[in-house]
């Protein structure tokens, strides 16, 4: 049984004058954010919670009252998120500012996270978290709509064919 020795010797770096980024890098602190909340099911959680709640979210023009329900699911995606995150900061030994923060410095260092990021910000941002809401809910939309179909849930078990042509 392999302890895991081999996976040390794989990690050679491109170049001989790699340097791994500092502890306190965003890059760093995204790697150790996305494996800790890879052991989470974070994804699969917000997921989850998107299917559930996205539709019933209203979409008030600027200045307009939120509605009570958009704004109670508002909180359970704060708790959902929390409880996904309990233990993240602390056990970096950051405050929750901090957290954010780093948050924020993360995603300007690596646009190709901001969505796994911007699900994080929506939890203290209400603006971020409509935002992936819509994001959302346009995503799905894309999936479960072609365009001469507007409510038809039919072909949802047949597998999906893109128009690969496939040389048999």
């Not at 600027?62 to 704004?71: A, M, N």
């Not at 410095?105 to 699900?119: C, T």
């Not at 992936?132 to 365009?147: I, T």
């Amino acid at each position: 049984s392999h302890h895991h020795e081999a996976h040390e010797t794989v990690r050679r770096p491109m170049a001989d004058n790699f340097v791994p980024p500092p502890e306190d890098h965003p890059q760093t602190f995204l790697n150790k954010l996305v494996e800790f909340l890879g052991e989470e099911d974070f994804e699969d959680s917000l997921t989850g919670f998107l299917r559930e709640n996205a539709s019933k979210v209203e979409f008030t023009t600027r200045g307009e009252e939120q509605k009570l329900e958009t704004y109670t699911i508002y909180q359970k995606y704060l708790a959902l998120v929390e409880n996904k995150l309990e233990g993240f900061a602390s056990k970096q030994g950051c405050t929750p500012v901090q957290f954010q923060e780093m948050c924020l410095a993360a995603k300007q260092a690596d646009s190709s996270a901001h969505m796994f990021l911007d699900a994080l910000i929506a939890s203290w941002d209400f603006d971020t978290f409509m935002q992936l809401v819509q994001d959302f809910l346009l995503e799905e939309a894309e999936v479960s709509q072609k365009p001469d179909s507007v409510d038809n849930d039919e072909d949802d078990d047949g597998p999906n064919n893109p128009d690969e042509d496939i040389e048999i």
